[in-house]
């Protein structure tokens, strides 16, 4: 049995000498894992890095066996954001998520594209944005959506400005406001009929902290929490990232 397909790789763990167990999202495929060797000689350095994009082959004697792959590198991602920190940790803690939420071998052609989406965003001043949103389409894909489009009590599309944690739906300001103790913020950049004049307002770190801090709330419950997953030290890098930024955003 033999494939051929396009695909992100998410994580390599050495196996004999010159071997790694790689891991990867593939386009039609979803997650799989396969046998790569000679992984360490001169000519794949580099290729095997979590967040590069490569053309990858898998043949296995039968279906159910760990396989072989062979694979040539069609993007290096990671090259292009090494002098970039932030940009760099979202993509490892993209790649992080994608491997522990995901079961293999089932296909996710949509959240596939989203990721070389955010791939290509990850190298623009948006990066955080699109990684935020990023984390929203992966609580979609795995069943858990947030509803942020209209207000959950009133069914309006404007200023909404929470989120119910119990729903994941959108609350607005008027509804929400008397319970807002209770709800979860929706930073202006995510909700869609938020007033412009509310992301001008608010400082963009601040709506960035409040998104990471939304996505997580699901994340950590709904999955983590509900599934036995030990939380992602790579996000909780990205995390901790955010929060110095807007730390130093407000001295």
Same mark, same amino acid.
């Given at each position: ?10 994580? &390599?763990?050495?196996? %004999? ?5 790689? #891991?990867?999202? &593939? ?17 794949? @350095?580099? &290729? ?52 522990? &939420? ?11 594209? %989203? ?14 944005? #699109? ?79 409040? %998104? ?24 909780? @890098? ?14």
């Amino acid at each position: 049995m033999d494939w051929r397909d396009d695909a992100i790789v998410l994580s &390599t763990r050495k196996l %004999g000498e010159n071997s790694v167990r790689l #891991s990867v999202l &593939t386009r039609d495929y979803g997650r799989y894992a396969g046998m790569v060797r000679g992984a360490t000689s001169k000519s794949m @350095r580099g &290729t095997l890095e979590p967040g590069n994009e490569v053309r990858v082959g898998w043949s296995a004697r039968l279906s159910e066996h760990l396989g072989q792959f062979r694979c040539e590198l069609t993007g290096a991602h990671v090259a292009d954001l090494l002098l970039s920190p932030g940009p760099l940790m979202a993509l490892s803690s993209a790649c992080a998520m994608l491997e522990v &939420t995901l079961p293999e071998r089932e296909a996710h052609t949509t959240l596939y594209q %989203g990721t070389v989406a955010l791939l290509s965003a990850l190298k623009t001043e948006q990066w955080l944005a #699109s990684y935020i949103r990023w984390e929203v389409g992966l609580l979609d894909e795995l069943g858990y959506g947030l509803s942020l489009d209209r207000c959950a009590a009133t069914d309006v599309a404007d200023d909404l400005c929470f989120v119910s944690p119990k729903s994941g739906r959108a609350v607005s300001e008027a509804a929400g406001t008397a319970y807002r103790d209770r709800l979860l913020p929706l930073p202006a950049f995510l909700a869609a009929g938020r007033a412009a004049q509310s992301s001008r307002d608010q400082g963009l770190n601040e709506q960035f902290r409040q %998104g990471i801090k939304l996505t997580g709330f699901f994340i950590h419950r709904d999955i983590f929490e509900a599934k036995g997953v030990k939380p992602v030290a790579a996000r909780d @890098r990205l995390v901790s990232h955010i929060w110095r930024a807007v730390d130093a955003d407000e001295k």
